[in-house]
Each structure stands twice: as C-alpha cells, then as structure tokens.
C-alpha cells in the first residue's frame, strides 16, 4: 500500500491529538557526560543549560567513573571496536566468557549468558526454557520486556496481583497439573520503587514445587548488603532459578544484560535464545568497562552505601515538604501528581529551574497515577539534593499541591 496523504493525515493527527493533550513525549539531547550535574539542550535549538539530573538510572555514578572510562579505552585497544558476530560464531571472545564467570561469582548464581540487553535476555529466555506444558504466573506489574518475552513463549500464561501472595499461591494450586510452574517478577519495581516480597515468593514455590524468575535491573550493584540485588537483601541468595539483568543501569550504564542461574536453563539459553543467536555480541569495551565496575564493587561498599543515605534524606525531606510519594525503600522515589497534564507541566517548571526531571504518565504508569519518578544517585552530593528539594517546592507551592491529598489534587486537575 502506498504512503498515501489519507494515510500520512491519520498519523499526522495521532501525533497531534498527543500535542494537544499535553503528553507529547520530547526528547532532551544531552551534551554532557552522564554525572549528577548535565549539560542539556531543551528545546531543540535553546542554548545548553547546567542542570541537576534526578532521572537516570545511573544509581553508582559509575557511568563517567574515570576507571570505568579507562577500562573500557583498554578494551578497546586490546579486543577491538566490536565482534561484527553473533556469539556461537565468531563473536566470542576471552573477556565474555570472563564477564560471565564475574557475573555469575557476584549473582551467586551457577552460570550466566551475557545479551546485548536485558531486554534481549527477557525475549529470549522463557521461549528458550519452557514448552506448551508449561505456565507463566506473572505480577501484573512486570516490566514491559518481560511482557513482550512472556508473549513470545508457547507456554500458558497467568498472573497474579501485585505482591499478593495469598494470589499468588492460589494461581500455584490452580496450575498445579502443569509440567513447569514459572513465577516472574521483578526485583524492583521500577516505576513504583517497591521490593518483590522475594522470600514469600521463594517459600511458596518451593512449597509448590515452581521455579522464578527475577529481573533484577534495577537492583543489580546497589540492593542488598553488598549490592548483589534483591535476592541478597531478601535473603534468598542461591534460590532464585534465573535472574535477569542490565550493565545499562547501576552496573556502569552502558549496555548489554544477562541471563544467570541454574547451569541447565543457562545452557539451553545458549542453544536456543532467538535474540542471543541472531544478535551481536556486546562490545569489548563494553564488557571491559562491566569487569572493572565489579572489580570496584567487589572492593567496597562506598557507594552503595552513599547511594542509601542519599535516597533516605530524599525521600524523607520530600515527604516533610508535603509531597505525595509511593512508599518505598530504594532510590526509586515516585511524586505522585495524578494527572499527565500536571506532570509535563511540573518538569518544564522543574528545568526552569535547574533541575531535570521526567513526567510519567499512561500508557507507561495506569491511568490516573502520572509522577515525576525521581532517581537518586552515588554521584549526587548534598548541594545537589538540596538545590533540587528547593526547586522541587517551588514548583510545588506554584501548582498549589504540597500538603494536598490525592483527592484534592485530582479535585483540581483531574486524572
């Protein structure tokens, strides 16, 4: 068919109806390295501005870490620019099969197959492990690529309300004449900022004789004592049946992801994951650059430790200022504004005044629950979280909701 102009006109009007409701998404272009403090050109056109980041996923501040940069320079001196390979053929090198051993020895897992994302991994993975005999019990709050990966498996599908156990289990009993029982989760929930209860999980699927699976990307370097991910902080280490995971967040923040877990769901990976067949391999200094962001891990918890405190002053100052925020215990730190409209609205004001910051609305949150989802980060410093708590307020008397219920801000702007 052709690209006719009644065919241009309909989408034409689409992206229109988004401009007028308010919610239409603009990208800012950065001109910086990622760090708490960016140089950002928004609008399109408009001089660069400073501003404070406090919407990345750049948890450790490891993204412009000068060893990290060094490491992956190295990488790329020694093993080239990239593999122009998929893995089985001749894109493996000896710094993937290190990653690898890494990454498994940091998960306390059996093994692990490097992706070129964790998205990749999430395609990938319930196609490769499981069969027409098989169930897929979800939360219903999965992230989006577990969603589209659940939808690529022949298995049954089936889920269970958010964090509800009681559900769960009686999902489990339903399903209890089925060869394979798969509960996926993630670790962390990342637009609400909420842990999976993993040790419930883990009880019950023993109990029911299920496996789980745990997308732990925002999670992995940073939750949990050592920063092992949630599976460490629930204390559930060793049995979890497969993780799934990004070097794109708090592992550096680059690119690539993995699958790590029992040793026979690794391998069958690795003889059928469409996307780990039919994808390049991740770059060596990519992987150079993941190998020293576990080498500084593994040598202390500084960061991890700072990340922490920091989110604690967040989210407890927010909260005194008279915000509304998802309760929860990570650098995860949703202000809940309810309206889209309101929350494209906030950011623009937010920038304004020096700070960056992102609306989320539906189809990304449900309907009815748009935020400004704040990120905290190891790189961020006092001065930096107060001179966003003081725009953060500004902008907060300016549309009149601090102190505000949910009711009564809804009352004023809708949802």
Known sequence: MAYSDTVRATYQQQLQDLQDKGIFKIERYIHSVQDAEIEVEFPPGAPLKKVINVCANNYLGLSSHPDVVAAAHEGLDARGYGMSSVRFICGTQDIHKELEKRMTEFLGTEDTILFPSCMDANAGVFEAV?????????????????????????????????????????????????????VITDGVYSMDGDTAPLDKMVELCEKYNAM????????????????????????????????????????????????????????????????????????????????????????????????????????????????????????????????????????????????????????????????????????????HLEKALDAFIKVGRKYDILGKTKNEIMAMYGN
């Open 212 to 383: 789980i699976l745990v997308d732990d990307s925002h999670s992995s370097g940073f939750i949990g004592k050592t920063g092992r991910g949630t599976h460490e902080k629930c204390g559930v280490m060793g049995k979890i049946d497969i993780i799934t995971t990004t070097f794109g967040k708090g592992l550096g923040g680059a690119s690539g992801g993995c699958v790590s877990g029992r040793k026979e769901l690794v391998e069958l990976c690795r003889q059928k994951a469409r996307p780990y067949l039919f994808s390049n391999t991740i770059a060596p200094p990519v992987v150079a650059g993941v190998i020293n962001v576990l080498e500084i891990l593994s040598a202390t918890t500084e960061r991890r430790d700072k990340l922490e405190s920091n989110a604690d002053w967040w989210r407890k100052n927010l909260t005194e200022a008279g915000f509304i925020l998802q309760p929860g215990d990570t650098p995860i730190v949703p202000v809940m504004l309810f309206n889209a409209k309101l929350s494209q609205d906030f950011a623009r004001d937010l920038f304004a005044e020096g700070v960056y910051a992102i609306g989320f609305f539906f189809p990304v949150v449900p309907q009815g629950k748009a935020r400004i989802r704040t990120q905290i980060s190891a790189a961020h410093d006092m001065h």
């Open 130 to 182: 499981l069969g027409e005999e098989d169930v897929m019990i979800s939360d219903r709050l999965v992230h989006a690529s577990l969603i589209d990966g659940i939808r690529l498996c022949k298995a049954m599908t089936d889920s269970f309300k958010h964090a509800d156990m009681k559900h769960l289990e009686e999902k489990l009993i339903l399903h209890s004449d089925k060869r394979h029982k798969l």
